[in-house]
């Protein structure tokens, strides 16, 4: 197993364990339909959410350099997926707005981060899996896997711009058009699985009975030349 992809599953892994422990420690505190996860940042124990943000975005970026090293996104996935990271470092360290207390700068900070998180991650798992999905049998259902994963987090982020859409037409605020909490909570989960599922692909060995790793190569011209061994100089 390639290991900053073991590194960043296991920081993912620990990341989501934490704000899974925090959601069943609120279920009879927090209506979960409406309340969104950062609710959990505010109060004394906010630093708990802090940290399992913050595991979760170092994870992504430990995955992103195993897919840099191994030479399975390019850069316009690794850009997207540095965004997710720091979009997410960004919600941990500024807490959402406590509307008891009022707006704030730490607030607006939030929302821009979480905005720039969830629409960085379905585009960046979308660009890295997508040239893969016809490659090699296992290669390909890795691929695969991470793409519909991808396609599910944007139609996620589709119904949030269309709620938007329709608050702004019936002059309803938009987190009244749709349950935010169970909307958000929906496109976490998905946008995490193809998270971790990018992770399991990056961490995969190819090579046969665990022997030396694979590479697929995609030529400039786009087409494609035989796998090679990762400890044999490339050659396109």
């Known amino acids: 197993m390639h290991r900053?992809?073991?590194w960043g599953l296991g920081a993912a892994g620990a990341g989501v364990a934490v704000i899974?422990?925090?959601e069943v420690a609120s279920l009879g505190e927090m209506n979960l339909l409406r309340r969104t996860i950062s609710e959990h940042g505010l109060g004394p124990g906010g630093w708990i959410f802090t940290v399992g943000v913050a595991l979760?975005?170092?994870g992504s970026a430990a995955i992103g350099v195993s897919l840099a090293r191994k030479r399975l996104a390019g850069v316009a996935g690794l850009v997207a997926l540095t965004g997710w990271s720091v979009g997410l470092l960004m919600?941990?360290?500024f807490h959402k707005h406590d509307w008891s207390v009022g707006p704030s700068l730490s607030g607006n900070i939030h929302r821009a981060g979480s905005l720039v998180a969830f629409l960085c991650l379905p585009l960046a798992v979308l660009i890295i899996s997508a040239p893969w999905r016809g490659r090699r049998p296992r290669r390909r259902r890795s691929a695969t896997v991470a793409f519909a994963l991808g396609v599910c987090s944007a139609a996620w982020v589709a119904g949030i711009v269309t709620a938007v859409l329709v608050g702004?037409?019936?002059g309803l605020p938009w987190y009244r058009v749709?349950?935010?909490g169970l909307v958000e909570r929906?496109?976490?989960?998905t946008e995490v699985a193809a998270l971790l599922a990018l992770g399991v692909w990056g961490a995969a060995r190819l090579g046969p009975q665990g022997g030396d790793e694979v590479?697929?190569?995609a030529a400039e011209d786009g087409g494609h030349v035989d796998p090679v061994r990762v400890d044999q100089p490339l050659r396109l």
């Open 4 to 6: 900053p992809a073991r």
């Open 20 to 22: 899974v422990g925090l």
């Open 56 to 58: 979760l975005a170092v």
């Open 91 to 93: 919600t941990a360290v």
């Open 168 to 170: 702004a037409d019936s």
């Open 178 to 180: 749709v349950p935010l």
């Open 186 to 189: 929906g496109l976490a989960v």
């Open 215 to 217: 590479l697929d190569v």
